[in-house]
Structures are given as C-alpha cells and as structure tokens.
C-alpha cells in the first residue's frame, strides 16, 4: 500500500515519456580489464595529470612516509597491497592546498562495471569537490570479471549477486575496501566521522553494500544508477542513504534490474534480480533505516530532476532518491570518457550537476 502513489507517479512518467524512446541492452568494453594491465597505460596519465606524484602534494604538509616505510607498494600511479591473495590497487587524489592540521573527510569513489579507476576519476567530479571543499579521494579498482557474452576480461564488484566473477566467486571486495580505508587512516589526516562511499552501477550497488555491511566505518552514502543487491544483515546500523537514477536509463532500468540478470547466472535464480528498481530500493532503505511515513515527506521538484525521500529515521538517517527525467544510465555532468560501446553513455552536459547534489547530501553528516 505504501508504495502506490509513487508507483502511480511512474506509471504517468512513462505513459509520458514512452512514445519517445525504447530500451536497449549493450555491454561497454574497456581495453584496460585489471589493474596490472592498467597500470602500463596510465604511466602517461600521471605525467599529464601533474608533475607531483599523485599521493603527495606540492604546498600540502601532509606526506606519507619514506617509500620503504609505505603500508603499500606504489605503482605507477596505483597505490597496491596483497589481499586475499589478489593484488588489489587504488589511486589518491590529494588536493594540492590541504590544510595538513585539519582533518579533512574521506570519499571512496568506486567504478562501474568493465571501467576502472582512472575512468571513474575522469567522469565524477570528485577530484573538482575535492579540491573546493576540501578532502580526500580513493578510486579503488575492482578485479576481472567475465562477460558471458564475450571472451573479454571486465572489472567489477563483487555487489551482492551481480557482477561477474566477483559475485559469481565471492571475491572480498568488502574487506579490500575496509583495508584501503584503514591504511589511509594511518597514513593521512583523516576525520574519520566523515567516511563517505559513493560510485556508478557496479559500484553504486557495491557503495550500498558497504552502506549494509561498513555501517559503522561510513557516515553516509550517495551513489549512482543502481540497487542495494544483497540480503539485509543484522549488524546494521541506519545511515543516511541517496541514490540517483536517470529515468531513460538503458542499462538499469528505473523499474527493474532486470537487464543487468545476463552478467551473472549467479541471479538466474534470484527473484530479487528482477524485482528491485529505483522506488522499491527507495523503499527497502527507509524500511532498513526506520523511517516513519507511508510515502515520502521530502519533495524538492525542480525542472529536470525530483528529489524524494524520507527525513524521520532512527541515528538521525535520511534516504534519498534523486531521478533526473532525461538521463540515461550515465547521470553524471559529464560524458562517459571509456572505450568502445561505453562511448553512447552521455552525461547531463552539465544541466545537472549531479555530483555536487550527492556532495550537499553526505556532507551534513558525519557519525
């Protein structure tokens, strides 16, 4: 019952809208498949990018330890540990005038599936927030996955029950994102109330999961294009949750996950793979937070984009669902910059700044 009248709202969005478009299923390559072999290629990257090498800055004084004395290997521009038997990697961007004695909040930005770090950074503006806000900013690299559809290695999270190899064989992305953080703990000035996780598809639905499972490490989450995957565990505590999802989108559909059920036969079986869209997962967090309410008590209509949520939830949590009308699976500002089919994925062109809304959103709220 409680979910009837924003149904009803969808209902008429589409009967609106669906003269005008139709769904298609396309899988985006990336040539860079795993952090080895990305990490050849970005070599020119880093000297694009700055002179300075990528974890320090030039007027900042914070710095990490001698190269000998580092709770990592550095290569290239990848930060790089051994876990659960996996070289696992991550870039840092560190803006370059940080105020070394304040500590300053922490974003884990992770990519989606068959991207990688360095796309990530390209497309979502965390570097640009970073740097006016004031914090730190981790892009983690999933592992390989493969694609049944074609014999090309593609990186991925391991979410819940999609994507690929990392679901299909349990891989520990969750304990590999928890070391990263904690070795970044160590090493920076890091106000560790406000630890926050956003990322795209994959990664989105693997921002949720350390939303479930990292509660007590993270403050709040706000992610993109994608769906809490997994089944609820009991050590977690309510923290404030938002996720974007552009109406048009291709790939995930605002109603269902159902086309992303092809990349894990794992789901084949799931009814949960096809049952969950943007309004329902809206639904299951305000449930898993404790809100109050039968329908939202937070609307922000604005021309391109709706915001709805609930603001009465146990811990002080909010939940939030931005839908941006015309966007597709990318509803980010800016064009997805990777190789091959993933090409087709434009942005906002900046009408709307997507990123900065999550930003406004997480950064109320520290634990």
């Known amino acids: 019952m409680k979910k009837i009248s924003l149904i009803l709202i969808t ?7 669906s003269g005008s478009y139709g769904y298609f299923v396309y899988i985006y390559d990336n040539n860079s498949s795993s952090s080895e072999d990305a990490i050849v290629k970005d070599e020119i990257v880093e000297e694009e990018q700055s002179e300075t090498p990528q974890n320090q800055t030039v007027s900042n004084e914070t710095e990490e330890p001698e190269e000998e004395n580092l ?17 696992r990697c991550w870039q840092v961007h560190i803006p370059d ?49 493969q694609n049944p559809w ?53 990664g989105c639905a693997m921002a949720q999961r350390l939303a479930m499972e990292s509660s007590h490490i ?46 894990n036969p794992e789901s084949w079986t799931d009814p949960e793979a096809v049952q969950t869209g943007a309004i329902e997962n809206l639904y299951e967090w305000a ?43 990318n509803p980010y500002a800016k064009d997805y910059a990777g190789e091959g089919l993933g090409m087709l994925l434009p942005g906002t062109q900046g009408l709307v700044q997507s990123s900065y809304v999550v930003w406004d959103f997480l950064s109320q709220f520290s634990k």
């Open 218 to 263: 993270f403050a709040a989450v706000g992610c993109m294009s994608f769906y809490l995957l997994m089944t609820p565990v009991n050590t977690y505590s309510p923290i404030p949750i938002m996720e974007v999802h552009g109406f048009l989108d291709q790939v995930v559909l605002y109603e269902s996950s159902v086309l992303s059920v092809p990349t």
């Open 150 to 202: 074609d014999t090309e290695a593609q990186q991925g999270w391991n979410a819940g029950w999609c994507c690929g190899r990392p679901a299909s064989e349990n891989i520990d992305d969750l304990g590999f994102i928890e070391e990263m953080v904690s070795i970044s703990l160590q090493i920076y000035n890091i106000d560790s109330d406000k630890i926050y996780a956003s990322g795209w598809s994959n």
């Open 11 to 17: 209902f008429l969005l589409v009967a609106g809208a």
């Open 97 to 145: 005038d940080l105020d070394a004695s304040t500590p300053v909040p922490l974003i884990v930005d992770i990519h989606g599936y068959s991207s990688n770090s360095t796309n990530q950074r390209a497309l979502s503006d965390f570097d640009s927030i970073a740097d006016e806000y004031g914090a730190i900013v981790l892009y983690p690299d999933g592992l390989t996955s």
């Open 71 to 87: 709770p990592f290997e550095r290569l290239g521009i990848y930060n790089c540990i051994n876990h659960d038997s996996e070289q």
């Open 287 to 329: 449930d898993l937070n404790g809100c109050t309410g039968l329908t939202p008590d937070y609307n922000d209509q604005q021309p391109l984009y709706s915001i709805q949520g609930f603001s009465n939830c146990e811990n002080n949590s909010q939940v939030r669902l931005m839908t941006i009308f015309g966007a597709q699976h």
